[in-house]
């Protein structure tokens, strides 16, 4: 199961003005400086969290390692997929209507 949003998901929730948590992926010495890597990519947790400031109701039942996300009030239904793809369309859909 996937647990980070690819790098094109993470462009396009950045361009939505979603704020990644950047991680540090990577610490070395190049050239006797210190260059430090960091991943930008958005986590299932941060995703989840995104959706907490929601107030309609968001239902998420997991089965494996499939998921269904349904949001009865704004009208969006999505059936199967990662986890981490459903979030993000979800993510997606919700600012693009205006919801966050």
Same mark, same amino acid.
């Given at each position: 199961m996937k647990?980070?949003?690819?790098? $094109?998901?993470?462009?396009?929730?950045?361009?939505?003005?979603?704020?990644p948590?950047?991680?540090?992926?990577e610490?070395?010495v190049v050239h006797?400086k210190?260059?430090?890597d960091? $991943?930008c990519?958005f986590t299932?947790?941060?995703?989840?969290?995104i959706?907490d400031?929601?107030?309609e109701?968001v239902?998420?039942?997991?089965?494996?390692?499939?998921?269904?996300?349904?949001?009865?009030n704004s009208g969006?239904?999505?059936?199967?997929? $990662?986890?981490i793809d459903?979030?993000?369309?979800?993510c997606?859909?919700?600012?693009?209507?205006?919801?966050?």
């Open positions: 647990q980070y949003t690819s790098n $094109d998901q993470t462009a396009k929730l950045i361009e939505l003005g979603f704020a948590n950047a991680k540090i992926k610490v070395r006797s210190v260059k430090i960091h $991943d990519n299932i947790g941060e995703l989840m969290e959706l400031s929601v107030n109701t239902h998420c039942r997991f089965g494996g390692v499939k998921a269904n996300l349904v949001s009865t969006y239904e999505k059936i199967g997929g $990662d986890l459903l979030l993000f369309d979800l997606v859909k919700l600012k693009e209507e205006g919801v966050i």
